[in-house]
């Protein structure tokens, strides 16, 4: 479900106090040092350049802190103890100096980007709540150029917004972005999806974590599988197929309906396949809200970490759904 998305930054014009809202630059974050996090109580209610600097080097390193969006938050401090366990420190998820020294690096956090004639194509006035109008759709892509932009650089709308005040977004403009760098490469062995901790982690063959990201795994009233499963395959941009006898009720739908592909289709834009009959591990439409909300049963990631972790599978890897917080490999 496409939900409206929050006040943009460039709307809060004003605190509660008056005082007009701190202006974010691009270079404050590319000289911000994320050494004054852990010291920031209580951490800022605003973007703050530290914490946008720490979730582009996690994001980086393979610890995925979901949206990058400058904000403080669970899905920042599971990234950060994903990288602990990854590098075989002390898992309490803070960014301490260890942590710090190891994330560093010398390459800009935020780049500049031209917006190209491609950006403005294949995008959709709006995206229906209901499901039955979503199948009257030809495709369910982005709304704009900016959507399409924030994904790509696994930013929150808002903060692109903040970034780039009055950009109209179109071909040719010159825009702000960070750079969370290339897709994570290597071949997954095996799949844990922590339900108590909300996060997928993926091992290579040598049994070490390539990758941990942040995922919403069910709900309450509709729970995940328990056990050991497998990848059965990959399907990208997938077409939804909606049937409310064997899935859930949506709406007032009461039959069989094929919802059209597209980043802002029910399960995004990947849907990695399961064993498990109609369960998988896909992306989603609402990036903002993974581990925020619950979900039908299968593992939510945002689409960018839905489509690195299916780069990284086939057919045959093990899945196994556990409850148990992240630990430091022995």
């Known amino acids: 479900m496409k939900t409206a998305l929050p006040m943009s930054l460039l709307a809060l014009a004003l605190s509660i106090g008056g005082a007009a809202a701190r202006e974010l630059r691009p270079e404050a974050i590319n000289v911000a040092s994320i050494a004054d996090v852990e010291t920031k109580k209580p951490p800022p209610a605003d ?7 720490l979730q582009v ?19 920042v401090n599971k990234a950060v103890a994903g990288f602990e366990a990854m590098n075989g420190l002390s898992v309490d998820g803070r960014p301490d100096p260890d942590v710090v020294s190891r994330l560093e690096d010398n390459a800009p956090i935020v780049d500049s980007y031209v917006v190209s004639p491609e950006d403005a194509t294949g995008l959709v006035d709006r995206i ?15 709304t704009s150029v900016a959507e399409k932009l924030s994904e790509r ?7 692109l917004n903040a970034l780039n005040p009055g950009s109209r977004f179109a071909p040719g403009d010159k825009v702000w972005v960070v750079n969370p760098g290339p897709p994570r490469e290597g071949k ?12 997928v982690l993926a091992y290579g063959d040598d049994g070490l974590l390539l990758a941990v990201y942040p995922a919403t795994i069910g709900s309450e009233d ?20 909606y049937d409310p006898k064997r899935n859930f009720k949506q709406g007032k739908n ?6 059209p592909k597209g980043p802002n289709g029910p399960v995004g834009s990947v849907w990695i396949d399961l064993t498990e009959p109609t369960y998988g591990i896909h992306g989603t439409p609402e990036p ?8 039908h049963g299968c593992v939510r990631l945002t689409n960018w970490d839905a489509e690195e972790l299916a780069g990284m599978v086939k057919p045959g890897v093990q899945v196994d759904f556990v409850n148990r917080s992240l630990a430091a490999p022995k």
């Open 153 to 159: 650089f696994h930013m929150g709308l808002d903060l």
């Open 188 to 199: 997954v062995k095996r799949i844990e999806a922590d339900k108590k901790t909300g996060q």
């Open 128 to 142: 229906p709540e209901d499901y039955g109008e979503k199948a009257k759709m030809q495709s369910l892509g982005y």
């Open 222 to 241: 509709n729970p995940a599988p328990s056990g050991k499963h497998k990848v059965k395959g990959v399907a990208r941009m997938p077409v939804y197929r």
């Open 47 to 53: 973007p703050d350049p530290a914490i946008i600097r």
């Open 254 to 259: 009461d039959k069989v309906l094929t919802i």
């Open 57 to 75: 080097l996690l994001d980086r390193a393979g610890a995925s802190p979901g949206v990058i969006d400058g904000l403080s938050g669970e899905n």
């Open 288 to 295: 903002k809200l993974i581990d925020k909300v619950g979900s």
